[in-house]
């Protein structure tokens, strides 16, 4: 890399830790808090941080020989055959509604600028990705790993549709039906996995070619018996500690909701259950956020970073927050958390890659199946750039979320259990 490049992603780093330090520092009101960087140009340069590395590669088809794969001592060389698939479909999952999204009134010539940049590459990579003569194929089936990221790339295609796949040529398109043929072969376990082989039945379905309905419906009546209360489901049969219903299961069971709920009378009932459900997870997830940004470092896959927040995002992109929760608010504590785990020393390396972690660079936090490319989740945080900047999210006055409000000494109502 050279060194003006360098220079300008350390630049933005450290605009970036500037322009959110209004939201940690303690005591500072939501109109002090105003005066720092807008919030949405702070998540464009995370973006543009992140992202670049990834599409930029992509683009010239040397994601396979730039992109490094760091992994847990002696799984190099397995997490090897997949990590790239990894970058790729995850960091297309989170911002493909931004890349949708048509500009504005307004809209900075910047960010319009790092748009068409942005789907340009996205729209190369995807041809790459299915070529199987191209350097950067992503070797569809031949590892567990590729059933997760094919089914991501699938999710951002339905959050891209016209850019993506209004944009795809004949060849692509019929590569990628056979990519996602040849992800049946590999067994799903029995957990929130079933719904990444959904998900590809649910792009074939769109793509007008069969698709297996009973893929789905296992997937879709497994997770409604996993269902525990509160707006919480097992991971499986049973109940997990950790992020897995905001990484996955409830964005996915929206999703999947969005494109076959009238396919069935069955389905068709499930939906507002899902919805419902969403909203409830939605507002503990918000209450999560205490007033510094940070969260609780719990359960599995912790070095997906602001990524947590996938299903709070979500829902702030769908207009259905619950009662009590402002779109101004969850903007404020998702900047704050992006600001503590994008922004710490070691987070990134001397080319910009990330690093395993979750506040800087801790590679004892990686399970074995983390390597480079899993760490990309962290994109999931930013489904709301796809909502235009005179929405509310963004154009709201600046507020205080839960927990900031009550530990300055608010005075706010109780929480209270769904249906209780």
């Not at 590999?186 to 792009?203: H, I, Q, T």
């Not at 489904?383 to 005179?390: E, F, K, N, T």
């Amino acid at each position: 890399m050279s060194r003006m490049a360098f220079s300008r992603r350390n630049f933005l780093s450290t605009g970036v830790v500037a322009g959110g330090a209004a939201w940690l520092t303690p005591g500072l009101s939501g109109a002090q808090s105003a005066q720092a960087k807008p919030d949405r140009g702070q998540w464009i340069d995370w973006v543009e941080k992140v992202s670049e590395p990834v599409l930029s590669a992509l683009s010239q088809r040397a994601l396979r020989k730039r992109m490094p794969v760091e992994a847990v001592k002696g799984h190099e060389a397995d997490r090897a055959v997949g990590s790239q698939l990894e970058a790729f479909g995850r960091l297309f999952c989170g911002i493909a509604p931004w890349l949708e999204l048509e500009p504005s009134a307004g809209e900075p010539a910047r960010e319009t600028a790092l748009r068409t940049k942005f789907r340009g590459w996205a729209q190369e990579g995807i041809a790459s990705a299915v070529d199987p003569k191209s350097p950067d194929y992503m070797r569809f089936g031949e590892s567990a790993q590729t059933v997760v990221d094919a089914s991501f790339l699938c999710l951002a295609m339905l959050r891209a549709p016209k850019q993506m796949l209004g944009s795809m040529t004949a060849t692509t398109k019929a590569r990628l039906v056979t990519a996602l043929e040849v992800q049946r072969t590999v067994m799903p376990g029995f957990n929130n996995w079933l719904l990444f082989s959904a998900m590809d039945e649910v792009l074939l379905r769109r793509l007008g070619v069969f698709w297996d309905r009973m893929r789905v419906d296992y997937a879709l009546r497994e997770h409604a018996s996993w269902y525990v209360g509160d707006g919480i489901y097992g991971d499986g049969p049973h109940y997990h500690a950790d992020n897995y219903n905001s990484y996955v299961i409830q964005p996915y069971l929206l999703a999947v909701m969005d494109e076959v709920k009238d396919e069935a009378t069955s389905w068709r009932e499930m939906a507002e259950p899902i919805r419902e459900r969403a909203r409830r997870y939605a507002a503990i997830q918000e209450r999560m956020i205490s007033p510094e940004g940070t969260f609780p470092v719990l359960g599995r896959s912790i070095c997906y970073r602001a990524g947590a927040f996938h299903l709070l995002g979500d829902v702030a992109r769908r207009g259905m927050l619950p009662e009590g929760v402002t779109p101004a608010q969850v903007r404020g504590a998702m900047t704050a958390v992006q600001a503590k785990t994008l922004g710490a020393p070691g987070t990134f390396d001397e080319n910009g890659w990330l690093r395993i972690g979750l506040a800087g660079h801790q590679p004892s936090l990686g399970e074995v199946y983390i390597s480079t490319g899993s760490l990309y989740l962290c994109s999931f945080a930013w489904l709301p750039l796809g909502l235009a900047p005179s929405d509310p999210f963004w154009s709201g006055a600046a507020v205080d979320w839960t927990q900031r409000k009550v530990w300055a000494g608010g005075d706010l109502l109780a929480d209270h259990a769904l249906g209780g």
